[in-house]
């Protein structure tokens, strides 16, 4: 098994980051061109999201269809498969002619998006002790984050400077490039042991983890967390597109160096949840970001900023632990039970938009962090539910 800090581990854990980062620098990319994509295609904010949503939602769903098809013929093999679709359907994009094509691309880019965070997470569980596994689950999503804002940045600066279909161009290229890495960089499976893929014991283990209580509050809390967490960011771009800010797309774009702060919970959640345990690490994040919330209703640019720096890092903290949860906490089938965490995640990401915009519609910014409020007492009744299991765990074994 491959231990804390050896070449093999930075190996590996470069090669999962470097395709985590072309992942989702993909599926962002288009969150700062949303005013300018209903500008260009006349169609409202909410609609002009879904070309953000439908990616999320076709990603979520996929999820389930790669994990146990990981279990049974191998992780490398689909995760490098799926990044070519990722290129291919990203190429594409930059010849989308109507928002029709635009959404159908996007809907089956989604798909291709699903594979490396399905298996990532299981290829490191299979591969790693399990004190290697807690660092590198920070330091891949701490990848993730890297990937958002990255994919955002270029979105934001590129949409400005070349307009979509040179945005998809650089993007294609781009992933070219890393998918080439990846596939040097990743050494191949040496602990991997194939399960038949049959569909009746693929189901029976989806139910397993669903009935298993540990596995299914962790599933919701990070589920409702980023179904808040990314649909803010949607709606504060038209915020600050408008007065008194008046921002374009490439200083919207910079907006999401706000992840940075994102980035660096993720990569110590592994020290935090030994030392305080993960589900107070996860109500600690939802804390965080409440807080932060709060923040960006002082009419502000400079609040705003802050407000979105503590919410990242709330965000991301709760994320990472209760990723990490999944991991530990599966009773088998880790890929699949990672890739459940993800569905709910995702599914999260897709919803949030709708739920927020009946918030948005009534009251603007203030409407969206009420309505985020709301959520995310839910989400702390949740983690405490999950920190009392936790203390029964413990005090039994």
């Known amino acids: 098994m491959i231990t804390p800090h050896t070449a093999p581990f930075w190996r590996a854990t470069l090669a999962l980051c470097l395709g985590s980062f072309m992942v989702f620098a993909n599926l962002y990319v288009t969150q700062p061109l949303l005013p300018m994509i209903s500008e260009q295609f006349a169609v409202s904010p909410l609609h002009s999201s ?180 990314v649909n803010q960011y949607s709606y504060i771009t038209f915020v600050l597109k408008d007065n008194p800010y008046s921002l374009s797309a490439q200083y919207i774009g910079l907006l999401f160096l706000t992840y940075l702060s994102g980035t660096y919970a993720s990569a110590i959640s592994g020290k935090l949840g030994k030392r305080f345990s993960q589900p107070n690490c996860m109500m600690a994040g939802t804390v965080i970001i409440m807080l932060g919330s709060g923040v960006t209703l002082i009419p502000s640019l400079y609040a705003i900023i802050l407000g979105l720096l503590i919410n990242a890092f709330g965000f991301f903290l709760t994320h990472s632990t209760a990723s990490s949860w999944v991991s530990l906490n599966a009773q088998g089938g880790k890929a699949s039970a990672s890739s459940l965490y993800l569905t709910f995640y995702y599914v999260g990401a897709s919803t949030g938009g709708i739920y927020l915009s009946i918030f948005w519609q009534q009251a603007q910014w203030t409407g969206v962090v009420i309505g985020s409020w709301l959520m995310l007492l839910v989400i702390l009744w949740l983690g405490f539910q999950l920190q009392i299991m936790h203390k029964r765990l413990v005090t039994t074994t």
């Not at 945005?167 to 991997?192: D, I, Y």
Request: contains cysteine.
């Open 50 to 229: 879904v070309s953000f949503t439908i990616s999320t939602l076709t990603l979520g769903i996929s999820l389930l269809f790669y994990g146990p098809l990981s279990d049974a013929i191998g992780r490398k093999g689909i995760m490098l498969l799926t990044m070519v679709g990722i290129t291919l359907t990203t190429a594409s994009l930059a010849l989308a002619s109507s928002y029709q094509s635009l959404l159908l691309l996007r809907a089956l880019q989604g798909f291709f998006l699903a594979g490396l965070p399905a298996i990532a997470v299981a290829y490191m569980s299979d591969e790693f002790n399990a004190d290697a596994l807690m660092i590198a689950v920070g330091i891949y999503i701490s990848g993730n984050s890297l990937g958002g804002i990255g994919g955002r940045l270029l979105g934001g600066f590129l949409g400005e400077n070349l307009g979509l279909t040179g945005t998809f161009a650089c993007m294609a290229l781009l992933s070219l490039l890393l998918t080439l890495a990846f596939a040097w960089l990743l050494p191949k499976s040496q602990h991997f042991a194939a399960k038949p893929l049959r569909a009746k014991p693929m189901l029976r283990q989806l139910w397993a983890h669903l009935a298993n209580k540990r596995l299914l509050l962790s599933y919701l809390i990070g589920g409702l967390s980023f179904f808040i967490f």
